[in-house]
């Protein structure tokens, strides 16, 4: 009896005991709060962090013995320097310990040959790295700061601080912190801190942190991953034009160009923003008070001229399609089957979406091109529509007559058959 209760009692053991024999003695003690005071850290990596589920453990960054340690109930023994153990990382060396493992190609090879290996080197070249590596200022985001230290996770992850959707948090936490950026300066000036509440008011913010869309960017697609750094007045509409390359290629082929880049004007951002982009209305083409072109086109100028042109020719395009949907709607309420008309007037529509993209040639002649072709087509629809409601009038006074005719006749039929009947009548009432 007494051996079969030691038996039960082992059980346990034995099983624990082998658990344990295939687990690490960090994971163990760190695991349990007899032994340490936070046990989240073990338990974060546990739960899904890359290094572990690629088969990494705490010694691959931290050093010392995984196997031995815990049963013999001293840490020391696991955490020997003798066996490479070190004190963790302070901020300032933590983008080397991370760049021991990413900056080694052929160590980053054997996990994942298309995993890139440049972190480091281009962390380097960012604000936030020069400013660590030269002024030794430890405030500026390293990599712990944007990746965690012991439940990293890959991008491609949801719960990510990296994911697409959440890499504004990540950064506002520093940069909407007032006091925490006071003194850092930005061309001479207190850098602000408004870039996330603009950006959560633009389209693209709202696209990324409402929709969840992430075909429109979050802070690092235009300042880089690791290259944090605002984008050089060449590089900025490099960004932006990275997702809307024909409107770079037109600005690119455009009179402002050149005069722009002596001026050192920035490009898109110069009309559209950074942060605060919002959508476009056809007003801030021409020269109405909402107008961008005002800002630099008094009368005098060429561009004024153009501007004003341009911006005729588009709203032309836009009355045409609208008196041609009109009649459309009509001639549809009235039984006309309209589907080759809207068909012809869909590519009208497009003419007018292209444009607005073409607007950036700034070109009068190309844009009205596009114009021009689109008022021919709206115009041909209307005409087809008006000519159906007018086949319909025809129809309908043809229609009037021939119930005239019907209703006439039908009248006549009435007397005759009256009289047909007065006169039976009056030969039934003699034979009586
Ligand atoms: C026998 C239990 C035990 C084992 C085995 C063990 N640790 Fe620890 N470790 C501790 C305790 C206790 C502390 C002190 C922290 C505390 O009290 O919370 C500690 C602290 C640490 C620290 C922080 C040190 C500091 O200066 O802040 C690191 C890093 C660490 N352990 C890594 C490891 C690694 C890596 C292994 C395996 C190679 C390991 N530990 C194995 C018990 C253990
Ligand atoms: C990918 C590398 C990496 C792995 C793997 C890793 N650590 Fe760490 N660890 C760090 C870094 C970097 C720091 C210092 C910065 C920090 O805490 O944010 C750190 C700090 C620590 C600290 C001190 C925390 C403090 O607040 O002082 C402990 C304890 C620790 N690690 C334990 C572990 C244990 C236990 C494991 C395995 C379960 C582990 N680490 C796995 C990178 C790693
Ligand atoms: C001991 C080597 C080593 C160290 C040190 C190390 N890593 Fe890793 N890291 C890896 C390996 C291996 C992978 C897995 C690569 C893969 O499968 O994509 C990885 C993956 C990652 C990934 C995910 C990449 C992806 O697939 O999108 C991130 C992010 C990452 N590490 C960040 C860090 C950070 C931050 C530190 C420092 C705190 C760090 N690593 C320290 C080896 C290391
Ligand atoms: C300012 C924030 C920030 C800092 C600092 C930072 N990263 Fe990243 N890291 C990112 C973002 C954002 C991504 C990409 C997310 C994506 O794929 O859209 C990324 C991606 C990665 C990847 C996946 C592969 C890749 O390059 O896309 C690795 C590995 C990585 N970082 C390691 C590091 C290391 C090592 C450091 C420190 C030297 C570091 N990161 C510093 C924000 C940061
Ligand atoms: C841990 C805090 C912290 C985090 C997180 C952080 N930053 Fe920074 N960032 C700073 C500080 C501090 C500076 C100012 C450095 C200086 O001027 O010396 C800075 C500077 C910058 C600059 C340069 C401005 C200039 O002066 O040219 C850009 C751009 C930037 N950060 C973008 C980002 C982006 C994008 C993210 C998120 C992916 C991010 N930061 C995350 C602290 C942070
Ligand atoms: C659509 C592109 C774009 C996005 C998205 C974007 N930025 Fe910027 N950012 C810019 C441009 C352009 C500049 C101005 C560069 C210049 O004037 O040289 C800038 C400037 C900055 C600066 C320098 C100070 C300032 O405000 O002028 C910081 C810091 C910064 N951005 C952080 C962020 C953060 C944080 C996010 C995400 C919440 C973000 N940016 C999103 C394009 C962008
Ligand atoms: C001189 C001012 C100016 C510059 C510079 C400029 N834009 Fe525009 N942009 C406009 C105006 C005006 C409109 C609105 C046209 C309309 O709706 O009639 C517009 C419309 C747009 C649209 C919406 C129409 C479409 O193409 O889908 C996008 C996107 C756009 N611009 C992006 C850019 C990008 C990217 C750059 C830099 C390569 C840039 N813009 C440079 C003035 C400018
Ligand atoms: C990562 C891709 C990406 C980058 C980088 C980007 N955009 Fe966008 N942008 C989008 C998407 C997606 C939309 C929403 C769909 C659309 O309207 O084209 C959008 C919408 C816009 C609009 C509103 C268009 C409209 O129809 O009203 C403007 C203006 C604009 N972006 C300008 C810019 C400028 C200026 C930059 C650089 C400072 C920039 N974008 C950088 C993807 C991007
Ligand atoms: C930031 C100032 C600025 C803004 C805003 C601006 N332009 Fe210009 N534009 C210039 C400069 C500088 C030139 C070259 C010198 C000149 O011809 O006036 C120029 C030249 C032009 C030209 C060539 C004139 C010619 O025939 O030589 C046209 C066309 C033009 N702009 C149209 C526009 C339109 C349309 C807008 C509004 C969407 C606009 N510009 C907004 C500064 C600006």
Same mark, same amino acid.
């Given at each position: 009896m007494r051996y079969l209760i030691i038996t039960i009692l082992t059980i346990p053991t034995i099983f624990y005991d082998s658990a344990v024999a295939g687990q690490s003695s960090c994971i163990n003690c760190h695991i349990s709060s007899e032994w340490v005071s936070d046990t989240s850290i073990a338990a974060t990596f546990m739960a899904g962090d890359i290094h572990r589920n690629m088969g990494l453990g705490c010694e691959d960054c931290h050093g010392g013995d995984p196997g031995i340690g815990f049963e013999e109930g001293d840490p020391e023994l696991a955490m020997n320097p003798a066996k490479g153990y070190g004190n963790p990382p302070d901020r300032l060396s933590i983008p080397e310990f991370c760049g &021991?493992? *990413?900056?080694d190609v052929e160590y980053m090879k054997k996990y994942?040959?298309?995993?890139?290996? =440049?972190q480091l080197k281009l962390y380097k070249t960012s604000v936030h790295g020069k400013s660590l590596y030269?002024? &030794? =200022?430890?405030k500026v985001a390293i990599c712990t700061d944007c990746h965690g230290a012991h439940g990293i996770l890959p991008s491609? =992850?949801?719960?990510?601080?990296?994911?697409h959707a959440k890499i504004p948090e990540t950064c506002k936490k520093c940069h909407s912190d007032e006091g925490y950026m006071r003194g850092y300066k930005y061309e001479g000036k207190q850098i602000p801190v408004d870039q996330y509440s603009e950006y959560k008011e633009s389209v693209h913010g709202i696209l990324v942190l409402e929709k969840g869309d992430n075909s429109a960017p979050a802070c690092n697609d235009c *300042?880089?991953? *690791?290259?944090?750094?605002?984008?050089?007045l060449a590089s900025v509409s490099a960004a932006c034009g990275e997702c809307h390359a024909n409107n770079r290629d037109f600005f690119n082929g455009s009179p402002h160009k050149t005069p722009w880049k002596e001026m050192d004007l920035p490009e898109c951002e110069q009309c559209?923003?950074?942060?605060?982009i919002q959508a476009v209305t056809d007003d801030l083409l021409g020269v109405s008070e909402d107008a961008i072109c005002l800002d630099c086109h008094d009368e005098t100028s060429a561009g004024y001229k153009t501007a004003m042109a341009m911006s005729m020719s588009i709203d032309s395009l836009k009355f045409s399609i609208e008196a041609a949907q009109a009649v459309v709607e009509e001639a549809e309420l009235k039984g006309v089957e309209g589907g080759q008309a809207r068909f012809d007037l869909g590519s009208a529509k497009d003419d007018l979406i292209r444009v607005r993209s073409v607007i950036h040639t700034f070109d009068l002649e190309q844009v009205s091109d596009i114009t021009r072709a689109g008022i021919k087509t709206a115009g041909e629809v209307q005409l087809m529509a008006e000519a159906a409601l007018s086949d319909i009038l025809i129809r309908q006074i043809g229609l009037a007559i021939s119930l005239v005719v019907i209703v006439f006749i039908a009248i006549m039929i009435r007397l005759k058959i009256k009289k047909i009947d007065s006169v039976t009548n009056f030969e039934v009432q003699e034979k009586k």
């Open positions: &021991k493992c *990413h900056s994942n040959p298309r995993l890139s290996t =440049d030269n002024r &030794k =200022d430890t491609s =992850d949801s719960r990510s601080r990296v994911f *300042h880089g991953n *690791h290259g944090a750094t605002p984008p050089n559209h923003g950074n942060h605060y």
